[in-house]
Structure formats: C-alpha cells, structure tokens
C-alpha cells in the first residue's frame, strides 16, 4: 500500500514546499490523484506563484488560449550585467462557449473576465482549474450600447467585482456586480460624469483605470474607479497627452503609461511614482526603437509594457501582436518570438496571477469545467 507522506508533514510546510513549485508542476501535481486534489484545495489561498502571461486569440467559436510562464532572475543569484529573457509555453486550451466574433478582457489576479464586443455574453473563468461561468447582463441593458466592462479585486474586502460602464459621454449612471451577489447595482459617475472611457482598463492601487476624453473641454485624462468604494476619481496624464495613443500598465505597483514617439523613433515609458499625485509623473524609459527589425516595422499605434524585471529589462507588446525585450543593460530592444503566429486583429495578451482558485467558491452554480 502507498503511502501518502504529506498527511504525516504540518500544513505549514506543506504550503512551503508547494508554494516553491512552477505553475506548470502545480498543475500537474494536483491531477496525480484525489488526495493530492484535495491537499491543494487546502492550502491554495496560501500558495503564491508568479504572474504569467496569457494570450488569447479568437477564431469565431471558441476562443483559444495560450499561457506562457515567464521566468525572474532572483536578485540573490542573478547576473544583473547578463539577464536573458526565459520563456516557457505551458499549455494552450479553449473555452468552448456560445460566443462568437471579438471577444475583450481583464483579470483580476487569478481570474479572467471575458466579454464579448459583438454578441451578449459575458464570462469569468480561471484558466489553471480550467472553469468558467456566465454573468447576466444588467436589467436596463439597451442592444448594441457601447460598453466597457472592468474587473478587479479589493485587497480590504477581498471581493472580486465587475464594473460596467456605459461608455459614451454622458451615459450614466454605471452598474457594478460583486461576485457572489448575482445582481448588478448602479453606481452614479460623480467626478467621471459626462465623459467618454477609452481601452481596456489596468488595476492599480486597488483602482481601476480608463483613459477618459472630456468632449466639453476637449481634454485626455485618468479615471480611476475604487473597488472598495466604488467612487470615480480623476487626475492627469503625463503632459503632453497628445492624442490619446497611449496605454496603461502597472509596473512595479506603479502607474504607468506608454507611447511610441515617431518623431524620435522611441518608445517612452511615463511612471507615476506617488499614486494620484499628477506632479509624480517621471519618464522612466526611453527606447530607441532603432534596433529592431527591419521586418517588425514602425508607427507602432500601440505600445503596452507587460512586465518590469527586477534588473530593468522590460517586456512589451506593439500593436498587441510583437512581443519585444529590452535590455536595460544593452540599451537595446529585439524581437521575441513568443507569439508565434499573433494576429493583431484576432486576439491580444494580458499578465495574470495563477492559482487554484476554484469559481465554486463564489457560490455560482452554473460553473462549467473545459
């Protein structure tokens, strides 16, 4: 007879010894049988792991997924003069639901929120349990009305809640659904009133934020929207805004923004060191897009930094198909075949935060496993 030696070890180092394991053997590790199903149900609120990137793309019905796990050099061990990009594809999967055409999102943590931007349907799943459900739409739902919908978690409440926002000017008020709950709630725009969202929205500081454009005064700025509180708030972009190409991103728990300066042929990155303090804005990167290929090609509309390491290199996305790494150390940026086959017009990527959060947590009961 086997024996299981993780009933004999205290929960405590359990949770060490698993929490030291790759996404990828985490998976793996919880489908060798049901004890060891039910030992990581256990301990899963209290194993972190590293963000990964996901790459979903869509070809009518279903959507598909990729998800690559990006490695970090540990500061005690690393090379900081030597820092290569390490990779690792772990899996591709879809989900087979009803929606069909372009589909939109964000995560929250573990968790992806899903919408469809042509058709009704909107969805939350955890793509390492491999589960999702459906939410309802808001009861005063007006067909083909342009949405935006934002995903994020409190860090005070740990709730997981949906932000829909009507997003032409002047489309109030808003709705939240707090996971859970099963009813959308209105919430009135206040500082955000009367002005028009644009992109996807980026969690930071336990706030979720929108480009925003005021038709009124004809002006670009931030919106960020509390999830514990659900209030709107508004502060500035770095100066000059321009005309608004530029994309949102957090990099070490800062507020950053993007844009590629065809006149200087570079790509520069603004971070916003003291959160909500417009003064904070810093340009903390300026690339020259000069070492690229010259197959990759220029006038990048859209440039979006997906991960800051801990010696300086950074990982981006242009016009949401072409991974580039750049090293800091080099001053230099290349192309990293890590997309392999991306369609701009088919799909883009995000960061996340795996675990095995199961989606039955929340009390849904139509959660479907693919």
């Keep these: 007879m086997e024996v299981d030696y993780f009933t004999y070890i205290p929960s405590e180092i359990t949770t060490d010894i698993l929490s030291r394991l790759s996404i990828r053997s985490l998976a793996i590790s919880k ?6 199903r039910d030992l990581f149900d256990f301990v899963k609120s209290k194993i972190k792991t590293p963000p990964v990137l996901v790459r979903f793309h869509w070809e009518n019905n279903p959507t598909r ?14 090379d900081l003069q030597s820092h290569d990009l390490h990779y690792h594809p772990l899996t591709d999967l879809e989900i087979p639901y009803g929606s069909t055409g372009p589909m939109a999102g964000n995560s929250a943590n573990a968790l992806l929120l899903l919408y469809s931007l042509s058709m009704k349907g909107i969805y939350i799943c955890n793509l390492i349990t491999r589960e999702y ?36 000017a002047g489309s109030d008020p808003h709705c939240v659904y707090t996971l859970g709950t099963g009813t959308w709630r209105r919430v009135e725009p206040g500082a955000a009133s009367g002005v028009m969202f644009c992109g996807q929205p980026i969690l930071c500081n336990d ?18 929207f509390d999830i514990e509180t659900e209030c709107f708030s508004i502060f ?7 005309d608004g190409w530029w994309n949102l991103s957090v990099l070490r728990d800062c ?34 897009t000069t070492s690229l290929d010259s197959s990759v090609g220029r006038n990048y509309i859209s440039v979006e930094a ?24 080099t001053r230099t940026l290349q192309q990293v075949n890590m997309l392999k086959e991306a369609d701009p017009m088919k799909g883009y990527a995000l960061i996340f935060n795996p675990s095995l959060l199961s989606l039955k947590s929340f009390g849904f009961e139509n959660v479907i496993s693919f």
Aim: charged share 25%.
């Design 306 to 329: 997906l991960k800051l390491f801990k010696d300086g290199d950074v990982l981006m996305l242009l016009d949401h198909s072409i991974a580039v790494y750049y090293s800091n150390n």
């Design 207 to 224: 706030n979720l934020h929108w480009k925003v454009y005021d038709p009124r005064n004809s002006i670009w700025s931030l919106c960020g």
């Design 65 to 78: 997924f990729k998800i690559i796990e990006i490695e970090d050099e540990d500061e005690d061990e690393a």
């Design 255 to 288: 507020l950053c923004s993007s844009h590629y300066n065809e006149f200087q042929d570079e790509i520069v990155i603004w971070m916003m060191k003291e959160y909500q303090v417009d003064e904070s804005w810093t340009i903390e990167y300026k690339m020259s």
């Design 133 to 168: 459900t459906e939410l309802s739409y808001p009861d005063d739902y007006i067909p083909n009305q342009v949405l935006r919908l934002g995903f994020g978690v409190s860090k005070i409440s740990e709730q997981y809640k949906v932000v829909w926002i009507n997003a032409d």
């Design 236 to 242: 500035s972009f770095p100066t000059p805004m321009g």
């Design 31 to 36: 489908s060798v049988c049901k004890s060891w």
